[in-house]
T-cell receptor, first 115, second 115 residues
Framework: ETGVTQTPRHLVMGMTNKKSLKCEQHLGHNAMYWYKQSAKKPLELMFVYSLEERVENNSVPSRFSPECPNSSHLFLHLHTLQPEDSALYLC??????????????FGSGTRLTVV | DAKTTQPTSMDCAEGRAANLPCNHSTISGNEYVYWYRQIHSQGPQYIIHGLKNNETNEMASLIITEDRKSSTLILPHATLRDTAVYYCIVRVATGLTGGGNKLTFGTGTQLKVEL
């Protein structure tokens, strides 16, 4: 257990379904992130939240909708996904601030399959 | 953030030291060198980071050249459980807003530890 918990671990959904991925961090960090890792590809940063405000959105399609209700929780709402969206979705958190150099802590990920 | 270059794969015998190189010839003076690893289908795990000086912790040692254009991660006694993809990342430690927070992953080095 890393201090960042993701649920569910595995998810199979149809293209017309709506589902949500949940991430919770117990580390008191002030920034949270969603990454996507497709098969045999590097991790791709999707969203960055800092102090519950979205500060970066890397041209992610609107069928992915993040939500950060507080500094400990991060959600990724999914709707009308495509099969190519099947991937490992990873959440991470960090403590950011001037001079801070600590690394990211990642969760174990949600393995998503779109059928 | 500066780009890094790593070998695609390396092999190491169990019990021997694994030395993983990374080139970051365009690194800026305020960029740190971070190392993460990702065991198959799990979230990346922070290993170590440094700015100028060599660093050591319970997992590994980080050797940074004097000109900071390259570094080596050393796993002193590799075990089968160290088989993973190792990522070398350079990153500025900045404040909360802007793009400086993000951790950008490349393709890393696949380390295979064998008997």
């Amino acid at each position: 257990e890393t201090g960042v918990t993701q649920t569910p671990r595995h998810l199979v959904m149809g293209m017309t379904n709506k589902k949500s991925l949940k991430c919770e961090q117990h580390l008191g960090h002030n920034a949270m992130y969603w990454y996507k890792q497709s098969a045999k590809k590097p991790l791709e940063l999707m969203f960055v939240y800092s102090l519950e405000e979205r500060v970066e959105n890397n041209s992610v399609p609107s069928r992915f909708s993040p939500e950060c209700p507080n500094s400990s929780h991060l959600f990724l709402h999914l709707h009308t996904l495509q099969p190519e969206d099947s991937a490992l979705y990873l959440c991470a958190s960090s403590q950011e601030g001037r001079g801070t150099t600590l690394g990211y802590t990642f969760g174990s990920g949600t393995r998503l399959t779109v059928v | 953030d500066a780009k890094t270059t790593q070998p695609t794969s390396m092999d190491c015998a169990e019990g021997r030291a694994a030395n993983l190189p990374c080139n970051h010839s365009t690194i800026s003076g305020n960029e740190y060198v971070y190392w993460y690893r990702q065991i198959h289908s799990q979230g990346p795990q922070y290993i170590i980071h440094g700015l100028k000086n060599n660093e050591t912790n319970e997992m590994a040692s980080l050797i940074i050249t004097e000109d900071r254009k390259s570094s080596t991660l050393i796993l002193p006694h590799a075990t089968l459980r160290d088989t993973a993809v190792y990522y070398c990342i350079v990153r500025v430690a900045t404040g909360l807003t802007g793009g400086g927070n993000k951790l950008t992953f490349g393709t890393g080095t696949q380390l295979k530890v064998e008997l």
